[in-house]
């Protein structure tokens, strides 16, 4: 009996590893694991977003290093638009992939819901970076955020939006010296020394911090928000002499008059005074001096990305919240208009499965842009309340299938002000952004809702909420510039059906605002 018993407690010595067996066991299975865990790794995603940075009138002729390092390494998309040409409504929809009539934000007001407390507690809950954090990514934001951040009525600096693990966001709108920021909730004071305080090589510099002190073992998301080429258009110093000789392009729709176009484009004196034209030379010319410190920017950040091996698993984005005009039409400088100066945006990204040099043509929108953020991290979008889709593949073919929009909605709510405005009493009430010589750039009669396609037709049908129910129509194919309103010429029938994409595009939620067939 006890021969047995050492006969089977001998046996089971040989069936259980010793304690150095186990821990080698043990040592294997965590590094295979954490080896697996790395090749399995979502790709890191920067997003670099200008303010005010146009395309189509050669605001992206500064940025070369930019061009290079982004869009000849990956895709150039030649039909980006912003789905509303002005800063805090363009920016709301890039974070909730949302139309601006299902997110709410009309314009950079705190009455037109620019980061207002109803904004922070519905939209602002479902932005990508809130679903990026539960991907596990750490998420790191710098620079603009929105033009009412900040404020007394909006939380002060004290509010950290939801999402993000560090927080460096400026106070209100752009600027590049003697500006608030709230860091993680605490507000830090920056004055006018270049070297400390100037505001795009800050951003900079904050996301090179992050990037060291990151955990490698996660991936990361980093949102860098320069204030350039936004007014002050404050240049650094080593670029204030830059394109000296520079002057804003003459061509296309340049001092051209207004002619059958909504009220607004009306008012302005054609041709434009003197004053006007020496004042958008000069602010053409300064915001491409200030761009040339963004294009620094990028040039640093690729480098430290390469410099710690995550460049190629590293998307980088480049674009802008909306576009902007100097001249067109006799209105000296803004955007919020509905013509391709304004609405288009540049959009370039490089990354894993982006071929180099590719110049893509298939329309994409700022509301894309979250959706494709959240197709990245391997988040299945059926789950998020989107009106955009992504486009990672048009960009990425064969890491994704899908397909184009054959058309889309762009949306803007005009601003104004009850009282008349003192530069321009003769207009009456409702204006706003007025000059001197009585060119007001915004109105509550700029209120507007435009149906756009590509495919089958260049066309554009847009329908204002004015007294005179105005309509306007161009034929880009012929009318790049856009100079004639067609809408008494084209076929009624042509006018009815893009009449009724744009009542079904204006009520759009989610799955309905992704059309699939012309």
């Known amino acids: 009996m006890a ?84 800063c805090c409504p363009s920016r709301s929809s890039i974070l909730t992939g949302q139309y601006p009539h299902n997110h709410a934000v009309r314009n950079n007001s705190l009455d037109g819901n620019c980061s207002s407390p109803l904004w922070q507690k519905g939209p602002e809950t479902t932005a990508f970076p809130v679903y990026l954090s539960k991907q596990h990514y750490q998420t790191f934001y710098t620079g603009k955020y929105l033009n009412q951040y900040g404020k007394k009525e909006t939380g002060n600096v004290g509010y950290v939006p939801p999402g993000w693990d560090q927080w460096h966001a400026l106070m209100g709108n752009s600027q590049y010296y003697n500006y608030t920021l709230s860091v993680n909730g605490k507000e830090e004071q920056h004055g006018d020394n270049y070297e400390k305080d100037y ?40 670029y204030e002499k830059n394109f000296a000789n520079v002057k804003a392009p003459r061509d296309g729709s340049f001092d051209k008059p207004g002619k059958d176009k909504h ?11 003197s004053t006007s034209l020496n004042f958008l030379d000069n602010a053409y010319r300064k915001r491409w001096q200030t761009l040339l410190s963004v294009d620094d920017m990028v040039e640093a950040l690729v480098k430290k990305l390469e410099e710690l091996k995550e460049l190629n698993n590293t998307y980088i984005f480049y674009t802008s919240d909306n576009g902007y005009h100097t001249g067109q039409f006799s209105l000296p400088i803004d955007k919020r208009q509905l013509y391709d100066f304004d609405i288009r945006i540049p959009l370039m990204v490089r990354g894993p499965g982006i071929k180099p040099h590719q110049t893509l043509p298939a329309p994409v929108l700022n509301i894309d842009l979250a959706p494709t953020f959240l197709d990245i991290s391997g988040l299945n979008l059926s789950f998020v309340n989107m009106d955009g ?17 054959p058309y889309f909605l762009v949306e803007y709510t005009g601003e104004g002000h009850l009282d008349p405005d003192p530069a321009c009493p003769k207009l009456g009430p409702g204006l706003s952004q007025c000059f001197p010589d009585c060119v007001c750039e915004d109105a509550y009669n700029n209120t507007y809702a435009c149906v756009r396609t590509l495919v089958e037709h260049n066309l554009q049908y847009c329908e204002f909420a004015d007294s005179e129910s105005f309509v306007e129509v161009y034929n880009l194919t012929s009318d790049p510039h856009q100079l004639e ?10 006018l009815q059906a893009m009449n009724q994409r744009l009542i079904k595009l204006q009520s759009c939620e989610g799955d309905s605002c992704r059309v699939t067939k012309i």
């Open 389 to 405: 889709q992504s486009f990672l593949s048009q960009m990425a073919p064969e890491l994704r299938n899908g397909t184009a929009r």
């Open 485 to 494: 309103n067609i809408v008494k010429k084209v076929d009624p029938t042509l």
């Open 3 to 86: 021969s047995s018993e050492a006969k089977t407690r001998q046996k089971k010595r040989r069936l259980t590893p010793n304690g150095g067996v186990r821990a080698a066991l043990f040592l294997a299975l965590f590094t295979c694991t954490l080896r697996c865990s790395e090749c399995e790794k979502p790709s890191n995603i920067v997003l670099i977003l200008a303010d005010d940075q146009d395309v189509y009138l050669g605001g992206m002729t500064p940025m070369k290093k930019t061009k290079a390092l982004i869009g000849d390494a990956g895709a150039t998309f030649s039909n980006a638009f912003t789905a509303t040409p002005l």
């Open 199 to 238: 505001l795009t090589d800050l951003i900079l510099n904050r996301s090179l911090h992050f990037l060291d002190d990151r955990s490698p073992q996660r991936p990361f998301f980093i949102m860098l928000s320069p204030p350039a080429p936004h007014s002050p258009w404050t240049a650094a110093p080593q």
């Open 263 to 273: 009220w607004l484009l009306r008012q302005p004196s054609n041709p434009m005074p």
